[in-house]
T-cell receptor, first 113, second 116 residues
Framework: DSGVTQTPKHLITATGQRVTLRCSPR?????VYWYQQSLDQGLQFLIQ???????AKGNILERFSAQQFPDLHSELNLSSLELGDSALYFC????????????FGPGTRLTVT | AQTVTQSQPEMSVQEAETVTLSCTYD???????LFWYKQPPSRQMILVIR??????QNATENRFSVNFQKAAKSFSLKISDSQLGDTAMYFC?????????????FGKGITLSVRP
């Protein structure tokens, strides 16, 4: 158990809908990262937050957004969902950022039908 | 942009034997970190080992060691005394230096099967 929790574990929704994925980092970790793992694109970095502020951005679509709250939990919002958004979404956390070990959560499996 | 290449999609090894997983990367940076992550069938991503580019000494963690060749931009993972629990997908990853957009870039992964 990495200490990072993600909810829900599984999510099935229809195209055009909006969903919110939630992540609670390890106690004491200030950075949260979001990744998408799909068969087509592999494992891709989406976005990083550090202590409530966006720090780094990867291949995140405009339909996706994220935020980190004062209690350091983070949410990833996915809107106008398409079939191609079906993937495993991971959250990871680290103490600060650069070169710190990232601890991954168990992931949320999103299926868009 | 940094790229990470894992050219072998699958490998198989007999239990108790040694296997080496290959990884190459491309960067113009001098200071960076390299990682190997393991993803077993449970899908949990687990850090196996990491290497700091400025350190010449190869990192070692129990049965796992790396062969880091900075000039060749090569970062292979050696697993000694392979165990059934090593069956997993292994990802090589590159972390670029701190800055406005420091992030982890992953290779496509390699599926390792350990045969009893």
């Amino acid at each position: 158990d990495s200490g990072v929790t993600q909810t829900p574990k599984h999510l099935i929704t229809a195209t055009g809908q909006r969903v919110t994925l939630r992540c609670s980092p390890r106690s004491g970790d200030l950075s949260v990262y979001w990744y998408q793992q799909s068969l087509d694109q592999g494992l891709q970095f989406l976005i990083q937050y550090y202590n409530g502020e966006e720090r780094a951005k990867g291949n995140i679509l405009e339909r996706f957004s994220a935020q980190q709250f004062p209690d350091l939990h983070s949410e990833l919002n996915l809107s106008s969902l398409e079939l191609g958004d079906s993937a495993l979404y991971f959250c990871a956390s680290s103490v600060e950022g650069w070169a710190d070990e990232q601890y991954f959560g168990p992931g949320t499996r999103l299926t868009v039908t | 942009a940094q790229t990470v290449t894992q050219s072998q999609p699958e490998m198989s090894v007999q239990e108790a034997e040694t296997v080496t997983l290959s990884c190459t990367y491309d960067t113009s940076e001098n200071n960076y970190y390299l990682f190997w992550y393991k993803q077993p069938p449970s899908r949990q991503m687990i850090l196996v080992i990491r290497q700091e580019a400025y350190k010449q000494q190869n990192a070692t963690e129990n049965r796992f060691s790396v062969n880091f060749q900075k000039a060749a931009k090569s970062f292979s993972l050696k697993i000694s005394d392979s165990q059934l629990g090593d069956t997993a997908m292994y990802f090589c990853a590159f972390m670029n230096p701190p800055g406005a957009n420091s992030k982890l870039t992953f290779g496509k992964g390699i599926t390792l099967s350990v045969r009893p």
